[in-house]
């Protein structure tokens, strides 16, 4: 393993002998800092015995320590000991539907031995409107007071930046109610969110799919892009869901809004959404399980993040895994997310890396990129996900020395401490 890339090497030799940048938290004593910006033939950028310096919330030098320490002013930092631990970018859910009310855990107990219709006769509600009607039911402060738990075990877990969705609300009052518990978790919390809204995830029960339709594309996007809760539009384009016409229009009625496009796609059939996701150059097409090899060259090459969720595959027992080797072979950027969500409650990224690892063909290499910077892209984040002068701090420490002994130990946390913007906000 090289101990720096050729950039970082430049930049540090440049520096040496200019005026010292001044800091405010020093990391040292890393087995290794992985900086997720590819460099010469390491694709995720290791610096052996690696320092990070970070000044206000910004990185400003990563290097080996004799290098960070020759260009920068240590003189009150906080100096971090990473105990030959490994340091690397804080993760990036690139997918969650964080906010729900109510819990589905007995249809998850049901679902393990029983079949969706054996379920429905015990009484026991299930799916996506399940959760509606417990969403609808819950106020503000319900809800955000149930999202907290779920928040905070996401950091101890090592996630800095979390994207969550709206969608479990189905009415105009009820879709803004959870982009407005986006909103104060992102107030008042450590953990940075990205708001996406998805008032497009079902049809209620109480109108038919057109009707609804007509209502989230001439009542709901205006609501939200006027109150300015969300940054990205997403759509559930999928059998029984919404079709690519439905898709289309809601998509575009968002671009027309000033709301980034995102997409579900191919989850449980091919409708076409990967190839709609393309032409509108969507920021993500998530899911993606039965998408066809000119999908996936479409949406590479119009610059189409494509979003893994092991977890919720493993809680679902999808019936067609994804190969994601073959994402990354079609020049794809390769994005990872927990789908936290009633229907699959999983707040690990360790543990999605390892099962994308394991069940989906990834590289541990290529798994951590899609946990980082892979998701940073998914989610239109400018200097997250990696570990380079200029960049976001945000940062972790783990308890390993090495990112095949993350990989290696399935279900193990090795999270030791977290920073968010330059500040320690966990162990």
Same mark, same amino acid.
């Given at each position: 393993?090289?101990? +720096?890339?050729?950039?970082?090497?430049?930049?540090?030799?440049?520096?040496?002998g200019?005026?010292?940048?001044?800091?405010?938290?020093?990391?040292?004593?890393?087995? /290794?800092?992985?900086?997720?910006?590819?460099?010469?033939?390491?694709?995720?950028?290791?610096?052996?015995?690696?320092?990070?310096?970070?000044?206000?919330?910004?990185?400003?030098?990563?290097?080996?320590?004799?290098e960070?320490?020759?260009?920068?002013?240590?003189?009150?930092?906080?100096? &971090?000991?990473?105990?030959? %631990?490994?340091?690397? #970018?804080g993760?990036?859910?690139?997918?969650?539907?964080?906010v729900?009310?109510?819990? +589905?855990?007995?249809?998850?107990a049901?679902?393990?031995?029983?079949?969706?219709?054996?379920?429905?006769?015990?009484? &026991?509600?299930?799916?996506?409107?399940?959760?509606?009607?417990?969403?609808?039911?819950?106020?503000?402060?319900d809800l955000?007071?149930?999202?907290? *738990? +779920?928040?905070?075990?996401?950091l101890?877990?090592?996630?800095?930046?979390?994207?969550?969705?709206?969608?479990?609300?189905?009415?105009?009052a009820?879709?803004i109610?959870?982009?407005?518990? $986006?909103?104060?978790?992102?107030?008042?919390? #450590?953990?940075?969110?990205?708001?996406?809204?998805?008032?497009?995830?079902?049809?209620?029960? /109480?109108?038919?799919?057109?009707? !609804?339709v007509?209502?989230?594309?001439?009542?709901?996007?205006?609501?939200?892009?006027?109150?300015? =809760?969300?940054?990205? @539009?997403?759509?559930? @384009?999928?059998?029984?869901?919404?079709?690519?016409h439905?898709?289309?229009?809601?998509?575009?009625?968002?671009?027309?809004?000033?709301?980034?496009?995102?997409?579900?796609?191919?989850? !449980?059939?091919?409708?076409?959404?990967?190839?709609?996701?393309?032409?509108?150059? @969507?920021?993500?097409?998530?899911?993606?399980?039965?998408?066809?090899?000119?999908? =996936? /060259?479409?949406?590479?090459?119009? %610059?189409?993040?494509?979003?893994?969720? *092991?977890?919720?595959?493993?809680?679902?027992?999808?019936?067609? #895994?994804?190969?994601?080797?073959?994402?990354?072979?079609?020049?794809?950027?390769?994005?990872?997310?927990?789908?936290? @969500?009633?229907?699959?409650?999983?707040?690990?990224?360790?543990?999605? &890396?390892?099962?994308?690892?394991?069940? $989906?063909?990834?590289? *541990?290499e290529?798994a =951590? =990129?899609?946990?980082?910077?892979?998701?940073?892209?998914?989610?239109?984040?400018?200097?997250?996900?990696?570990?380079?002068?200029?960049?976001?701090?945000?940062?972790?420490?783990? $308890?390993? /020395?090495?990112?095949?002994?993350?990989? !290696?130990?399935? %279900?193990? $946390?090795p999270?030791?401490?977290?920073?968010?913007?330059?500040?320690?906000?966990?162990?």
């Amino acid at each position: 393993r090289p101990n +720096r890339c050729w950039k970082r090497h430049s930049w540090a030799e440049q520096m040496t002998g200019v005026h010292r940048q001044q800091t405010d938290l020093l990391v040292v004593g890393a087995s /290794e800092v992985i900086t997720c910006e590819p460099g010469g033939y390491d694709p995720i950028g290791r610096v052996t015995g690696g320092a990070v310096a970070v000044a206000g919330d910004s990185v400003v030098a990563v290097g080996t320590e004799s290098e960070v320490r020759a260009v920068v002013d240590t003189t009150g930092a906080r100096v &971090i000991d990473a105990r030959g %631990g490994v340091v690397a #970018p804080g993760f990036v859910d690139a997918h969650t539907h964080l906010v729900f009310g109510g819990s +589905r855990v007995r249809e998850y107990a049901s679902r393990l031995t029983r079949t969706k219709e054996e379920t429905i006769a015990l009484g &026991i509600p299930v799916g996506i409107l399940a959760s509606v009607e417990a969403t609808r039911a819950a106020t503000v402060d319900d809800l955000a007071q149930a999202a907290v *738990p +779920r928040l905070d075990e996401m950091l101890a877990h090592g996630t800095t930046t979390v994207e969550s969705k709206s969608g479990y609300g189905l009415t105009v009052a009820d879709e803004i109610k959870l982009l407005e518990v $986006n909103r104060l978790l992102d107030q008042s919390h #450590p953990i940075q969110l990205v708001s996406t809204f998805m008032g497009a995830h079902d049809v209620p029960p /109480e109108m038919d799919r057109s009707t !609804y339709v007509e209502q989230v594309v001439s009542e709901q996007i205006p609501e939200v892009a006027e109150r300015q =809760l969300a940054l990205f @539009c997403d759509v559930f @384009c999928d059998e029984g869901y919404f079709t690519p016409h439905d898709a289309r229009r809601v998509l575009e009625a968002g671009l027309a809004a000033g709301l980034a496009p995102k997409i579900h796609a191919e989850q !449980y059939a091919w409708t076409g959404g990967a190839l709609l996701a393309a032409e509108l150059k @969507c920021s993500s097409a998530d899911h993606l399980n039965f998408a066809r090899a000119d999908d =996936l /060259e479409a949406l590479a090459g119009a %610059g189409v993040a494509a979003v893994l969720m *092991p977890l919720i595959d493993f809680a679902v027992k999808h019936p067609r #895994p994804i190969d994601a080797s073959e994402w990354c072979r079609s020049g794809l950027t390769v994005a990872l997310g927990t789908d936290m @969500c009633p229907g699959g409650y999983a707040a690990s990224m360790p543990l999605a &890396i390892q099962f994308a690892c394991r069940g $989906n063909g990834l590289s *541990p290499e290529q798994a =951590l =990129l899609a946990a980082t910077s892979g998701a940073a892209h998914a989610c239109g984040l400018e200097g997250h996900g990696r570990l380079t002068a200029g960049a976001v701090a945000d940062l972790q420490i783990w $308890n390993v /020395e090495t990112l095949d002994d993350m990989v !290696y130990r399935t %279900g193990h $946390n090795p999270v030791r401490q977290v920073v968010k913007r330059g500040k320690v906000v966990h162990g």
